[in-house]
């Protein structure tokens, strides 16, 4: 059921010299409503206040034909109208690219950018390009979730590669009435498949990414009290060592770069839940680049994630298509024998694990493989 956000939806802002805007949500109920509701919430209200001097980005709530849009101008008249509906401030552009064109050009002079829920995504295009993306792009103009179970979907026309150079299909400029494709992303995964790695028909009706470029503005993750998460760099959790070879591997690997404290995998056994392992009644989890997992360690219980677990202990961002082992679909639901490699004591073909794709939000899959491979984890600090 949608629900309407009662209060203003507040961000703290701190600035030094020419330091960076740090952005940390302060209005629990508000922020909530916005997060978790995909269908409802009335806008940002008394929040459009507090993203005066910074640049929004949002998806579309609306979605397009990538051949009808009317060329560059006509998808930045989207973006400026959905940007009017929702009385957010500044100028927009869609994140597109043409032969002549790139999306990142459009963009230069600008820096900092924040959804319009307050959470801040990148700060400058080079970053951008070269893989760095804090919060996914999955909020609309009006601040609500965009998710898989929309009608619409989270498919994103860009034509970009990650990079940000011509992907070398864009519908012909968009504006075919011919049979042809155009690169895209999704709304809702980090790194480079937001941008690339799907190829959309000209006249499937998408969404568009929509940038400010008004202001250059610096901006960073800030999460406040948490406690650590990284995913653990290297294939190295061999499946026949059980949960006490797994949480060797976390706490040697955030040893080893520096992070106190103690860790164990995010990882079910056979009867046993993943989060069953840690206390869930205090701080949060961030990610070491500061960026929030779920708003708080119940929320992450129960899978209300905000980003994904993606991020090393040392900062790196691997490549997508990667997979960690996580031994059930949910980190509040038991694993099996079936999930777990037999309770983590089988390393065979003949044994399976459950996994999760790094690079989603979702952190959690459904998906499944054999215990043959030594596998990376998602690593928890107690």
């Known amino acids: 059921m949608s629900r309407v956000i009662a209060g203003a939806l507040l961000v703290a802002w701190s600035m030094a010299g020419c330091g960076r805007v740090g952005f ?27 993203l005066t001097g910074v640049n929004v980005l949002f998806t579309t709530s609306s979605v397009h034909a990538p051949r009808d849009l009317g060329g560059l101008a006509g998808a930045d008249e989207i973006c400026t109208a959905r940007a009017g509906e929702a009385g957010l ?9 043409t032969a002549g064109t790139s999306a990142p050009s459009r963009l230069a002079g600008a820096r900092g ?31 609500r979730a965009v998710r898989t179970t929309s009608s619409a979907g989270v498919l994103v026309a860009t034509g970009t590669n990650m990079d940000g150079s011509y992907s070398g299909e864009d519908c012909a400029g968009y504006t075919s009435t011919g049979v042809g494709s155009v690169e895209g992303g999704r709304a809702d995964v980090g790194t480079r498949n937001w941008t690339q790695g799907f190829g959309i028909g ?43 070879g797994a949480d060797a591997a976390c706490q040697g ?4 770069s520096g992070l106190s404290g103690t860790y164990r995998a995010l990882l079910a056994s056979t009867g046993s839940s993943p989060i069953s392992r840690f206390q869930t009644s205090g701080a949060p989890w961030a990610r070491v680049d500061g960026v929030l997992l779920a ?7 129960v899978g209300q994630f905000l980003a994904p677990l993606e991020v090393t202990a040392g900062g790196m961002r691997p490549l997508p298509g990667m997979f960690a ?39 959690f899959s459904t998906q499944t493989t054999n215990c043959v491979n030594p596998s990376q984890l998602y690593c928890l600090e107690q």
Request: glycine share 8%; charged share 20%; proline share 6%.
């Open 24 to 50: 940390a949500e302060l209005d629990r109920d508000a922020r909530d409503a916005r997060a978790d509701d995909a269908e409802g919430a009335d806008g940002p209200g008394p929040a459009l206040d507090a």
């Open 89 to 97: 401030p500044g100028t927009y552009v869609a994140w597109l690219s």
């Open 113 to 143: 950018w924040v959804r319009p829920d307050g959470r801040p995504v990148f700060d400058t295009v080079a970053e951008l390009t070269t893989g760095i993306l804090w919060y996914p792009l999955d909020r609309d103009e009006q601040g």
């Open 202 to 244: 000209c006249d499937q009706p998408i969404r568009l990414y929509c940038l400010g470029i008004d202001h250059a503005t610096p901006v960073s993750p800030s999460s406040g009290t948490a406690r650590s998460a990284f995913l653990l760099s290297t294939a190295s959790f061999s499946h026949n060592t059980g949960l006490a």
């Open 253 to 256: 690997e955030a040893t080893s």
């Open 295 to 301: 708003w708080s360690a119940e929320a992450f219980a």
């Open 325 to 363: 082992t996580t031994g059930t679909a949910a980190p509040s639901t038991a694993g099996d024998d079936t999930t777990t490699c037999q309770a983590w004591t089988q390393a065979s073909s003949t044994t399976a694990r459950a996994i999760a794709n790094t690079n989603s939000v979702e952190v």
